[in-house]
């Protein structure tokens, strides 16, 4: 998870990755799916060098997380994950999800669908959460001192890009080393893959799964989870999961 940024379109002054949400940080409604899931091995973190509010949030996690230290970019810091996860003993063939510090409202459910539409295909390499858009699209023009519509775009075939996505370790690894060689920083980790010729499937998320990026986001993100009944309280503890 890299949870390196700082947020800073959002000006509340510290990372958005920790802002509250009802009384819990974000970074740890984002985590609490991924903690609580059996089949996940172990997560690692990617926090920022000299990062002074992860030790705290550490210590209210329900089971040990790995740590990494992040970079300039989203790619520098998940490439820093993976190569925590190269050190844990991670091969090749492991399956990786990579998932949004701001996006606190994932679900166990598209996890797990997630998991099991990438895991049916033995063609697919790999697969990533997405909407398909629904809003009619239009191409903006500010040539003559205001924005005004210059045109309708056709929504056929566009999706949103969600996360967790989900890679075979080398592949993503390799994809991302691929991209930083050639000068390139993908926006997300499809996008490497994509470079390489590689076609990602694309599973239905759900439209809650939002990424926090401005104040009203807060606002909502807090509205979801306190109508799926979450509460302010420590993730309840996972027996029997290898860290």
């Not at 701001?102 to 390499?125: K, N, Y």
């Not at 080398?170 to 499809?190: F, I, K, M, V």
Request: aromatic share 4%.
């Amino acid at each position: 998870m890299p949870a390196a940024g700082r947020g800073e379109r959002l000006g509340a002054g510290i990372p958005k990755q920790y802002l509250p949400l009802l009384g819990r940080p974000m970074l740890e409604w984002s985590l609490a799916p991924f903690l609580a899931d059996a089949a996940c091995r172990g997560v690692v973190v990617v926090a920022a060098a000299g990062d002074i509010h992860w030790s705290a949030l550490r210590a209210r996690l329900s089971r040990p997380v790995r740590e990494a230290v992040g970079g300039a970019t989203r790619a520098d810091s998940v490439a820093s994950g993976l190569a925590a996860l190269r050190a844990a003993r991670a091969g090749d063939d492991d399956w990786v999800l990579v998932h949004d510090a701001a996006r606190p409202c994932v679900t166990a459910a598209e996890i797990d669908a997630l998991r099991a539409a990438v895991g049916a295909d033995p063609q697919a390499a790999g697969g990533l959460l997405a909407l398909p858009l629904a809003d009619t699209l239009k191409r903006g023009d500010a040539a003559h001192g205001a924005l005004r519509s210059a045109g309708t775009l056709s929504r056929e075939s566009l999706w949103r890009a969600l996360t967790p996505q989900m890679f075979r370790l080398g592949a993503l690894q390799r994809a991302l080393e691929a991209a930083a060689r050639d000068g390139r920083s993908p926006t997300d980790e499809a996008q490497a893959l994509e470079w390489q010729g590689l076609a990602p499937r694309l599973v239905a998320g759900e439209a809650t799964n939002l990424k926090v990026t401005t104040q009203a986001d807060v606002t909502l993100a807090e509205a979801i989870l306190a109508a799926r009944g979450a509460v302010a309280a420590r993730p309840a503890a996972v027996s029997g999961v290898r860290p």
